[in-house]
């Protein structure tokens, strides 16, 4: 896909952008986002952009990435919140980061490629790189969502790291959002990589050493929307208090839960770091 015809990041002159920035800014089949002091937005969003090395051609589209739907009045369509960037955002960052670690690694086979790749796409890592980026001030929340915490809910930031990654890509092509990438991704992708037995199979391997069952895992609370649950599961070895594990499928949540156990056990897993 070409993206030639984009405007270069950093090619918006300051003036420019305060001059086109709103209290209330208007989306697409007019909806409109809840008004903000100008001034405090702009601010926001210029440090946002310091922080992201990336200035953006359209301001538009840096705040489509930055709107859950909950900010969103009139017709209220998913549409026009960040959901569709943050598609768009997960399958770039999948390539970007595909392409670093097959030239990172030129000696790794598929599977060694496979589970760096899984690692560094993963809810939890989108979510700590948000946190980087300090991404929690200036997403666009309602009213009740942002009382709720919204902008600490680990699967809102990772959307919105994605949403981001996506929104680069727009306004200024896939050599801006591989630069982006590179910048909070980078140094990840270059760590020694993390052992390839997962929790659930280092705890099984564990049990078994002590001449224990199989650990049972039981799923205990399915939580949030249909498209986008949050599973509880506990996992539970005889005369021991059972361990739980939050995640947005159920293989996230087992494996959360084993590693509460093996730290709870004090096994190391070689994990950390």
Known sequence: MSRKAKRKPNSVPIKARDAADNSAAPLAGGDMLP????????????????????????????????????????????????????????????LVIADMLFSAFPKANEGELSRRLADLVRRETCAEIARQMQVADVIRLGAQEANAGGRLRLAILADVCESLVAAVYLD????????????FWGERLRRPMRP??????????????????????????????????????????????????????KRAAEQAAAALMLSREGVRTGADG
């Open 35 to 94: 008004a903000k002091p100008a001034k405090r937005r702009r601010r926001g969003l210029g440090g946002l952009e310091e922080r992201l090395g990336y200035r953006f051609a359209d301001p538009a589209v840096l705040d489509h990435a930055l709107t859950h739907i909950s900010a969103l009045t009139g017709s209220r369509n998913r549409a026009l919140s960040y959901k569709r960037l943050e598609f768009l955002g997960d399958h770039v960052l999948g």
């Open 172 to 183: 200024g092509g896939l050599p801006a959002a591989t630069a982006l990438i590179e910048r």
């Open 196 to 249: 390839l037995r997962d929790a659930k199979t280092i705890l099984q391997e564990w049990a078994q050493a002590r001449g224990l069952p199989t650990p049972a895992y039981r799923e205990v609370a399915r939580t949030g929307p249909h498209h986008n649950p949050e599973f509880r599961v506990a996992v539970e070895l005889p005369n021991r208090p059972p361990a739980e594990g939050l995640g947005r499928s």
